[in-house]
């Protein structure tokens, strides 16, 4: 059982990135499946996260209109599309994974670290200026 990041690199600011967050020994349907990074000397934050029980969604203020979380069910996969990528989104980037899926995919569930059951090991983001 595990997930498995990827899609991570350089890129200069206002590029695009998609990571890939793709589970092996078991499905992702009826998990909620959030996005967090975590840059040198700060905590971690929740980024955005999906509901594969109702497809619903959520992004921190921070990347809404840049950053955009999607599913794909038969690849048993999560994106994240980041566009217009800035310096201050250079961090490491994690996937997880939580069951069942939150009731409601907002900022208490989506953000709590504590909820998630597996966790991907990371991909790295760097956003040159």
């Known amino acids: 059982v595990q997930l498995v990041e990827s899609g991570g690199g350089l890129v200069q600011a206002g590029g695009s990135l998609r990571l890939s967050c793709a589970a092996s020994?078991?499905?992702?349907?009826?998990?909620?499946i959030g996005w967090f990074r975590q840059a040198p000397g700060k905590e971690r934050e929740g980024v955005s996260c999906i509901s594969n029980s109702d497809g619903s969604t959520w992004e921190a203020d921070v990347v809404k209109g840049r950053f955009t979380i999607s599913s794909d069910s038969g690849k048993n996969t999560v994106y994240l599309q980041m566009n217009s990528l800035k310096p201050e989104d250079t961090a490491v980037y994690y996937c997880?994974?939580?069951?069942?899926?939150?009731?409601?995919?907002?900022?208490?569930?989506?953000?709590?670290?504590?909820?998630?059951?597996?966790w991907g090991q990371g991909t790295q983001v760097t956003v040159s200026s």
């Open positions: 997880a994974a939580s069951y069942p899926a939150f009731y409601d995919t907002d900022y208490v569930h989506c953000v709590d670290s504590r909820a998630y059951d597996y």
């Open positions: 020994g078991f499905s992702l349907d009826d998990y909620s």
